[in-house]
């Protein structure tokens, strides 16, 4: 099946009046007229062999075998009928249900009708299934993907901490070499246990193994005192720092959770922005919600990196990837729908980037 059949068919199945009965009303009026006509046959196969005094005996047995005839006839035709609107899509399904019960998501099935005016409860099935593979397809692709890359991210600070400790077991090494070695190898143990907490986080997260406490929260001073942690990181490249943000907001939410999305939302800020750059931090209330912004004036981010940035282990822009493990913004999203917030990005390429966090009060 052709990707533009598949799609007009997926389409079509939102759109159109879906048949309640795969019953062919066509074979209604085969056996009716079918049976009409046999029954006029065999009217004038009796006047005949009536007029033809043909013996009673073989009148009967002639009458039995001709109606033997039509029966026959008339059941192999509904089973054809049965089997092709039935028993053949049904078969289908089961055969393709095994395949991926076998792990095969790249199978699908074809949709029986693609216009509108056809399609019945056995295409909406149809188009259900080939949704449902394409997803467990999916969730396959990212398992994988996570196992690849929690190995390659788990994998690069430990030999980090290998090769550094067998420079300082290498004989010559002075006080000053010993305490460089010693600094790299701090960085990559730092490194190493803030994936394995943000994996940690992330997963009990995903599992709801935690459960959101819920109370009144100034979302003012929360976001103040996660921008003042990183003071240091803005000084050191010199960004330009512009908050606008209200005296008290409060609503009711988990604090500690919000602190994390602020947390990663300004380090990515700053992670971004070039040496001298400028980040704007806002926040704003109105009487059902409140709305943080976090933009900068970095890189930006394409159309295929915006689609992708809440997935595990994304990372756009791969300069920085020594600097994160691409479970930040994962992290974030999880937290807001636990919540019950959103967030919005808006970026383009060499433009900066905007993060807009919505809270419910």
Known sequence: MSKKVFDRFNKNIGVGRVKESRFPFYLFWIILVTLLVTAGVNVAIILLMQNTKVPAIIQTHLLVFYWLFVAIALTVYVRYAIKKNYDEPLQEISDVTKEVAKGNFDIRIEPIHTEEKNIDYLDVMISDLNKMIE???????????????????????????????????????????????????KEAAVRMTELISNILRLNRFEHQKIVPNFTEVDISRNLCDSILQFE??????????????????????????????????????????????????????????????????????????????????????????????????????????????????????????????????
């Not at 290498?170 to 010993?178: C, I, M, N, V």
């Not at 729908?337 to 919005?344: A, C, F, H, R």
């Open 232 to 361: 240091s990181s803005w000084d050191r490249k010199n960004i330009d720092l512009d908050v606008d943000v209200e005296d008290k907001a409060i609503i009711r939410s988990d604090g500690a959770s919000l602190t994390l999305v602020w947390n990663n939302l300004i380090s990515n800020a700053i992670k971004f922005s070039p040496e001298g750059g400028r980040i704007t931090i806002s926040q704003s209330s109105d009487k059902n919600s409140v709305t943080v912004s976090v933009r900068d004036n970095g890189c930006g981010m394409s159309e295929e990196t915006v689609r992708h940035i809440f997935d595990k282990f994304y990372q756009g822009d791969t300069s920085h990837a020594t600097e994160g493990n691409g479970l930040g913004l994962a992290l974030v999203k999880r937290i807001l729908v636990l919540v019950g917030g959103t967030i919005e990005v808006k970026s383009k390429e060499y433009s900066g980037s905007e993060f807009i966090v919505t809270l419910p009060k």
């Open 135 to 185: 997803e467990l397809g999916s969730i396959e692709t990212l398992k994988q993907d996570f196992i690849s890359n929690i190995s390659h991210e788990l994998k690069t600070p430990m030999a980090v901490i290998k090769n550094y400790a067998e420079m300082m077991q290498s004989p010559g090494a002075d006080d000053e070499q010993l305490r460089e070695y010693a600094g790299v190898i």
